[in-house]
T-cell receptor, first 113, second 115 residues
Framework: AQSVSQHNHHVILSEAASLELGCNYS??????LFWYVQYPGQHLQLLLK??????LVKGIKGFEAEFIKSKFSFNLRKPSVQWSDTAEYFC???????????FGKGTRLHILP | GAVVSQHPSWVICKSGTSVKIECRSL??????MFWYRQFPKQSLMLMAT?????????EQGVEKDKFLINHASLTLSTLTVTSAHPEDSSFYIC???????????FGPGTRLTVT
């Protein structure tokens, strides 16, 4: 079955630390890739997405992600996190042949001030 | 970005009653709407996919007679939890997509508590 794996369930960092959240998917065909963020008490918001082209994608709030096809990965990065980045982050995949979006289990990020 | 609203944002109901949750796309026409359920500390689980004017497609394990979905217009989909039980208590989230359908816009969710 198709799946999305997020390796870290809970990450705690200090402000200004660098962030990398891992995401791997199991679908072998062409995919569209997403990272969503859910701030406390708010709804899911799109951080960035990859459909095609440059595998290094830049999103909002200084986040970026790199699609490495050979590794089936789409890791999220930010060079210097802020306290306001405290949230839950979800990686998601839509196989091109399907409309269904498949979510990872999420990574809860806690930034210490 | 596109805006999707849900109503109500939270609801408490008694066991055995039915609850209707609305999902609206406010500034675009949603050809497809999705309903998810989110358990605490877990990911979103897709319950069903609905296309305007068609019957919803339910995921395996989701009871279609219990979770009634209607997508009567391009801006509105409803989820009715029939004969609710405490185990139905959860956070229900809808999303909507237009054409092309690869990007989904999420509603703020509805927290259902069944007592």
């Amino acid at each position: 079955a198709q799946s999305v794996s997020q390796h870290n369930h809970h990450v705690i960092l200090s402000e200004a630390a660098s962030l990398e959240l891992g995401c791997n998917y199991s679908y072998g065909g062409t995919v569209n890739l997403f990272w969503y963020v859910q701030y406390p008490g708010q709804h899911l918001q799109l951080l960035l997405k990859y459909f095609s082209g440059d595998p290094l994608v830049k999103g909002i709030k200084g986040f970026e992600a790199e699609f490495i096809k050979s590794k089936f990965s789409f890791n999220l990065r930010k060079p210097s996190v802020q306290w306001s980045d405290t949230a839950e982050y979800f990686c998601a995949v839509i196989p091109r042949r399907d409309d269904k979006i498949i979510f990872g289990k999420g990574t809860r990020l806690h930034i210490l001030p | 970005g596109a805006v999707v609203s849900q109503h109500p944002s939270w609801v408490i109901c008694k066991s055995g009653t039915s609850v209707k949750i609305e999902c609206r796309s406010l500034d675009f026409q949603a050809t497809t709407m999705f309903w998810y359920r989110q358990f605490p500390k877990q990911s979103l689980m897709l319950m069903a996919t609905s296309n305007e004017g068609s019957k919803a497609t339910y995921e395996q394990g989701v009871e279609k007679d219990k979770f009634l979905i209607n997508h009567a217009s391009l801006t509105l989909s409803t989820l009715t939890v029939t004969s609710a039980h405490p185990e139905d208590s959860s956070f229900y989230i809808c999303s909507a997509s237009g054409t092309p359908s690869y990007e989904q816009y999420f509603g703020p969710g509805t927290r259902l508590t069944v007592t």
